[in-house]
């Protein structure tokens, strides 16, 4: 054990080629103390008295118990052996889901695990790329989507992205838009206004803009500009909403407040969030369905897939260890 | 010295040298306008207003001027350029218009619906109609389109109603504006294409998203985003209507004559001259001075004309600007 | 702690084989639009065929009536002034104006136009003199051909530009030969190299800029030995696009070069006598030989507008070669795309 000492500071080094004087350290270093290692942290099951339980999650801590989870109603869309394919290269392979009203799903998985995709296919959006096929059935109240004309679907089935895409025009116009382009005639902004007004509601965007409906979508923050988009998908009255990643492109603020508009929102849709975020998923979702390289690995409630997973596979995701 | 042009620049001269160059290409625009209006003076001061009316044949007061010798009387320099500056209105607007619907769709097509095998015939195919000069457009009007409208579109009939006021033989404003039309398309359709590649598609595929169907979610978003590329293709093509001399020199039949609107379909067989074509086709007669100040006067017309469009664009591109369209 | 194993990899799902046909589904069927809509779409696809059959019709008519007429000895023999142009010489001479008038103007557009570009992007001040440059390219763009052959008419008819053309005995001078025909072309052409150029520089990044400074180079010393090379394609391209409008250009060959048959030397040095003089260049021999000139031999019209058009699609597909070439070392421009 070397310990450099003060008093050899500022003399010449024997071995120093260049035979300068080298300056004194700045700080002496203690190569032979104790070391200082930081425990892994203890998976502790905490029950509270509402009878909900609180799982730590790996670094966390313990988390605070979570609110209430959605009561699910009836089924609005269900995937049989869903697979899709891009060229040869089987995206998808054989999803099986039931999508329900009144709660959220959230689809958690690593990069490349085919949640996007099976997302994009619940509103045929997969169709748009030249290379890409679809097997199985998807179902939505019981009739077979290919059966429905592609732009009624789009209508019942909205979705909001992962980057804020508003249009280059005014707030008014934004969530008026799927309204007016939807009918046979272009109703008048008076007809269409209380709509605009309830959407706006909806996504607790109505307060900071209700004065300002006509300036230019683009020029507010990021946050507000994906509520603006959340609004504008409710404003054509969905069924089901789907999210893709949402959040990933907001600060924490914007995040809190669209996690706590999707919790309100869930008792009149059925929502699904495609999310890499496993803190989030927790929050949010009440049934949990993990993907990976295509698979459907696990699907059940949130407690039960974070707190006792019961695939391997599952367990190793959720505590961390790859992602 | 040129010791000095060996040694490393220094920045300073640098500098100096390019900013020259640059302010070159200013002196010349100066010297442009002011060299052709001080030639196109003498015209303006005989006729004064009246220059923009129609006061007569302009053909015959062109002749005039040319008869008139190198000392031209003050009557020779009458001149109303109204059937000129008529038959450019009349070839720019059509032609811009019919060009910019066809190109505004092609363009369309090109970025979106077109398949794969077609759009990369139409690709290059465009690239080519751009790069083709106007003496070739002229070529084939005056060859092929001229004789098949004069023989073929033109009925007998037609030609006696309108005997005693003009001869319709086939060149015509039809061919006029056919090939102008072809002849601005390409370029526009460029433009328009670039400016369309240039809007991010994710507002096209969030609008589809929201249940519009692709032709509707196309032009309802991507094309009103992109109208301030549109205009600047649209403005360009327009200034190239404008200043077109050879082609339609060659196809409009040289005869300074305003189509009437009144003769019903007739009106399109008619010949007309635009104040470019006509240029051209008198500048060997330029050395006689009053033939020179009236052609001189056009050209500085066909100038401030040509400013005044880009200036109209630019007026028009402000309010664009508002909604964070890419101006 | 670490886990152990890596996790197991699912079953392996036998080969599905290919992956299903596209069935029959409820697509975007144009019958379910509004009318309007499949209006605009059929109207869409109309003009989309109608500008494919119009390219295609000009380029194979041009090319079957070209073959038609063209002959080797039309291009190697001069023409000759005759009652029936139809039987009597070639275009050679115009063919050789064409060359020498498009070489004269690309030579001079040049290096102004690097020069303006490269002021612009790299220096730039003040900014309210960049824009009015900005802008006065913008309009040398925009004006009419016709409105700058008179221009030069008027520039070089001036006295001490006499040296340029050829001047009388009373002081009277010409105006027109070969070297003001070639300034002016340089004018057409100046505004499409100034783009190139002007796009390739502001397309490379900053930190090449940086590097250079930070190894103690100078300012202009970067900029000619570490920006100007690197857009050596950029300029290629818009020289080719240049020298393609130059080709092109039949109203400034009128007014400015005489537009006689053959090339008439002026004065008695050798070489420059032939730029003092006048001459015609291949499009004005098509102009002239067409019904609406004088010479009324369309034959020889079609096949020198043939060889014009050989000319310039071979520089557009310079342009493209060039760009591709250049695109490998990352530098693209945009005419259209390759998209």
Redesign the interface.
């Known amino acids: 054990m070397i310990e450099r000492d003060e008093q050899q500071a500022g003399m010449r080094h024997a071995s120093d080629p260049r035979g300068e004087i080298l300056p004194p350290p700045v700080r002496r270093i203690r190569v032979d103390g104790p070391p200082t290692v930081a425990l892994p942290p203890q998976a502790e099951a905490v029950i509270d008295g509402d009878g909900l339980s609180a799982t730590t999650m790996p670094g966390a801590g313990t988390m605070p118990a979570r609110p209430q989870r959605g009561v699910a109603g009836r089924e609005r869309m269900s995937l049989k052996t869903l697979s899709v394919f891009y060229g040869d290269n089987e995206a998808v392979k054989g999803v099986s889901l039931s999508i329900r009203e009144g709660e959220v799903l959230a689809l958690i998985g690593p990069s490349g695990c085919g949640k996007t995709t099976l997302l994009r296919t619940l509103?045929r959006?997969t169709e748009?790329t030249p290379s890409a096929r679809r097997a199985g059935v998807i179902r939505i109240d019981g009739t077979d989507v290919d059966d429905i004309e592609v732009?009624?679907?789009?209508?019942r089935v909205?979705?909001v992205?992962q980057?804020p895409?508003p249009?280059?025009?005014?707030i008014f116009d934004n969530v008026a838009?799927?309204l007016r382009?939807?009918g046979a005639k272009r109703p008048s902004k008076k007809v269409l206004e209380p709509y605009v007004i309830e959407a706006l509601g909806r996504a607790g965007l109505l307060d900071e803009v209700k004065d300002k409906l006509d300036h230019?979508?683009?020029?507010l923050s990021g946050g507000q500009q994906q509520r603006l988009?959340i609004a504008?998908?409710l404003a054509?009255g969905p069924e089901v909403l789907l999210m893709d990643e949402p959040c990933s492109a907001l600060d924490p603020k914007s995040t809190a407040v669209i996690e706590d508009l999707i919790v309100e929102l869930r008792s009149s849709l059925a929502v699904v969030i495609v999310t890499h975020n496993l803190q989030q998923a927790y929050r949010v979702g009440d049934h949990v369905a993990f993907m990976y390289l295509g698979d459907l690995v696990e699907y059940g409630p949130t407690e039960q897939v974070f707190s006792a997973p019961k695939a391997e596979r599952t367990r190793d995701y959720v505590r961390g260890s790859f992602g | 010295m040129l010791e000095r042009l060996r040694e490393?620049?220094?920045?300073r001269?640098?500098?100096r040298?390019?900013?020259a160059?640059?302010?070159?290409?200013?002196l010349?625009?100066i010297?442009?306008i002011v060299?052709?209006a001080?030639?196109a003076w003498p015209s303006f001061r005989e006729n004064g207003l009246s220059w923009f009316s129609a006061k007569g044949n302009a053909d015959v007061q062109m002749s005039r001027m040319v008869n008139s010798g190198a000392n031209p009387t003050n009557a020779d320099y009458q001149f109303g350029a109204w059937p000129l500056i008529f038959g450019t209105l009349l070839t720019t607007v059509f032609a811009t218009v019919l060009g910019l619907?066809?190109s505004l769709?092609?363009a369309?097509?090109?970025v979106e619906?077109?398949p794969e095998g077609?759009r990369r015939?139409?690709?290059p195919?465009?690239?080519?109609?751009a790069?083709?000069?106007?003496?070739?457009y002229?070529?084939?009007g005056?060859?092929?389109l001229t004789p098949f409208v004069g023989n073929h579109l033109i009925s007998s009939g037609r030609k006696k109603s309108v005997e005693f006021v003009i001869q319709l033989s086939g060149t015509s404003l039809l061919v006029a504006v056919v090939i102008l039309t072809?002849m601005i398309?390409p370029i526009m359709?460029?433009i328009t294409?670039?400016g369309l590649?240039a809007i991010?598609r994710?507002?096209k595929?969030?609008?589809?998203?929201?249940?519009?169907?692709?032709?509707?979610a196309m032009?309802?978003?991507t094309v009103?985003?992109a109208r301030p590329a549109i205009m600047a293709g649209a403005v360009?093509a327009t200034?190239r209507a404008?200043?077109?001399?050879?082609m339609i020199?060659?196809v409009s039949g040289?005869k300074a004559f305003s189509p009437n609107p009144a003769d019903g379909l007739t009106f399109i067989f008619e010949p007309m001259n635009t104040l470019?074509a006509n240029?051209?086709q008198n500048?060997e007669s330029?050395n006689a001075p009053a033939m020179q100040a009236t052609?001189?006067a056009t050209?500085l017309l066909?100038?401030v004309g040509?400013?005044a469009?880009?200036l109209g664009s630019w007026i028009a591109k402000q309010p664009l600007k508002?909604?964070?369209?890419r101006a | 702690m670490a886990t152990s194993t890596p996790p197991a990899l699912p079953p392996l799902r036998p080969a599905g084989g290919a992956p299903p046909a596209r069935k029959r589904r409820a697509n975007?069927s144009v019958s379910?639009?509004r009318w309007t809509?499949r209006i605009?779409?059929v109207?869409?696809?109309?003009?989309?065929l109608?500008?494919?059959a119009?390219?295609?019709s000009?380029?194979v008519?041009?090319m079957f009536r070209g073959l038609q007429y063209l002959r080797p000895s039309l291009i190697f023999s001069h023409p000759q002034a005759g009652l029936d142009q139809s039987k009597t010489g070639g275009f050679l001479d115009p063919l050789l104006g064409t060359i020498l008038l498009t070489v004269l103007g690309i030579t001079i557009a040049v290096?102004?136009a690097i020069?303006?570009a490269?002021?612009?992007v790299?220096?730039g001040r003040p900014t309210w003199?960049?824009r009015?440059?900005d802008s006065?390219?913008?309009?040398?763009a925009?004006?009419?051909?016709?409105?700058?052959a008179?221009?030069g008419?008027?520039?070089f008819q001036q006295g001490i530009f006499g040296w340029m053309s050829f001047t009388a005995q009373g002081g009277a001078v010409f105006g027109r030969s070969f070297l003001t025909a070639g300034c002016m072309m340089s004018?057409i052409a100046?505004p499409m190299v100034f783009a190139a150029t002007r796009e390739g520089l502001q397309a490379i990044p900053g930190h090449v800029r940086e590097a250079s400074y930070a190894l103690g180079k100078?300012?202009?010393?970067t900029?000619?030995r570490v920006l100007l090379p690197s857009v050596k394609a950029n300029i290629s391209t818009g020289a080719a696009l240049g020298m393609?409008r130059i080709?092109?250009?039949?109203?400034i060959v009128?007014?400015l070069l005489g537009a006689t048959l053959t090339l008439d030397p002026e004065g008695g040095v050798p070489g420059l006598k032939v730029l003092k003089g006048t001459g015609g260049t291949l499009?004005s021999f098509?102009?002239n030989n067409?019904?609406?000139g004088e010479g009324n031999a369309?034959q020889k019209?079609?096949a020198a507008?043939f060889v014009?058009?050989l000319i310039?699609?071979a520089?557009?597909f310079a342009v493209d070669l060039i760009a591709r070439s250049g695109a490998k070392t990352g530098l693209e421009t945009?005419?259209?795309?390759a998209?």
């Open positions: 509103n959006l748009l732009t009624a679907l789009r209508r909205s979705m992205f980057q895409n249009f280059p025009m005014s838009y799927a382009e939807q230019p979508a683009l020029r988009c504008r998908a054509a | 490393p620049w220094t920045d001269r640098a500098e040298v390019l900013g160059l640059a302010c070159l290409v200013l010349i625009i010297f442009m060299f052709v001080l030639r619907v066809f769709l092609s369309i097509f090109i619906f077109a077609i015939l139409i690709v195919v465009v690239r080519l109609l790069a083709v000069p106007s003496v070739i002229g070529l084939i005056i060859l092929v072809i398309t359709i460029a294409v670039d590649y991010p994710a507002w595929e969030g609008a589809v998203a929201l249940g519009v169907n692709r032709w509707r032009w309802t978003v009103r985003a360009l200034a404008l200043g077109e001399a050879i020199a060659m040289a470019a240029i051209v500048s330029i052609l001189y050209a066909l100038l040509g400013f469009l880009s508002k909604y964070g369209t | 975007e379910t639009w809509d605009g779409y109207l869409m696809w109309g003009a989309g109608l500008v494919c119009i390219g295609l000009i380029v008519y041009m290096p102004i020069g303006a490269t002021w612009i790299e220096y003199l960049a009015l440059v006065g390219i913008e309009i040398i925009g004006t009419p051909d016709i409105v700058i008179l221009f008419l008027v520039l004018l100046m100078t300012k202009a010393a900029i000619r393609g080709a092109g250009d039949t109203a009128v007014v499009t098509v102009y067409s019904p609406a369309p019209a079609y507008a014009l058009l310039v699609v520089l557009n945009s005419r259209l795309g998209k």
